[in-house]
């Protein structure tokens, strides 16, 4: 399962292309303009949004990710971020999955708030450049996804 905000975060997601394009996944993304382009050919849950500071729709995020994880019971759930990896991320743990949280390649000088949130849990922690690790002793640094 690949879980990542549309705009940046879903191409950070895309660029791995050589990784997930010979695995079976499914995607989750907000409909918009840009995500709905790009996923046009996949299969894809459409999550809610926005997300920031919308209690609402983090509430229906956590239900939503809650019932696609069980139906399609992921061996691994991936996410860049940014508001809609939180529960997909916690369901897939919560439900035996595999988790790994990839911090974007922007993000040297602070970590990302979604990074704070699950890189206490996640199984797997990547990060793009040595200096992330700073803020994450625990990740692995693979560098940049470009």
């Known amino acids: 399962?690949?879980?990542?905000?549309?705009?940046?975060?879903?191409?950070?997601?895309l660029w791995m292309r050589p990784w997930w394009q010979h695995h079976e996944r499914l995607w989750v993304s907000f409909d918009t303009l840009d995500a709905t382009e790009r996923l046009r050919?996949?299969?894809?849950v459409w999550a809610h949004h926005p997300t920031n500071r919308h209690p609402l729709?983090?509430?229906?995020?956590?239900a939503l990710a809650w019932r696609t994880v069980?139906?399609?019971?992921?061996?691994?759930?991936?996410?860049?971020?940014?508001?809609?990896?939180?529960?997909?991320l916690?369901?897939?743990?919560?439900?035996?999955?595999?988790?790994?949280f990839i911090e974007v390649y922007d993000r040297i000088a602070r970590p990302s708030l979604t990074g704070r949130?699950?890189?206490?849990?996640?199984?797997?922690?990547?990060?793009?450049?040595?200096?992330q690790h700073e803020h994450y002793p625990h990740g692995t640094v693979l560098g940049p996804l470009r």
Do not use: K
């Open 90 to 100: 916690a369901a897939g743990r919560a439900r035996g999955a595999g988790t790994v």
């Open 1 to 13: 399962m690949l879980v990542a905000s549309s705009g940046g975060h879903l191409a950070h997601l």
């Open 70 to 88: 069980g139906r399609w019971r992921p061996d691994l759930v991936v996410s860049t971020g940014a508001g809609v990896a939180l529960p997909f």
């Open 117 to 131: 949130l699950v890189s206490p849990w996640v199984d797997e922690v990547v990060l793009q450049w040595d200096r």
């Open 57 to 62: 729709n983090l509430a229906r995020n956590a």
């Open 41 to 44: 050919e996949e299969s894809v």
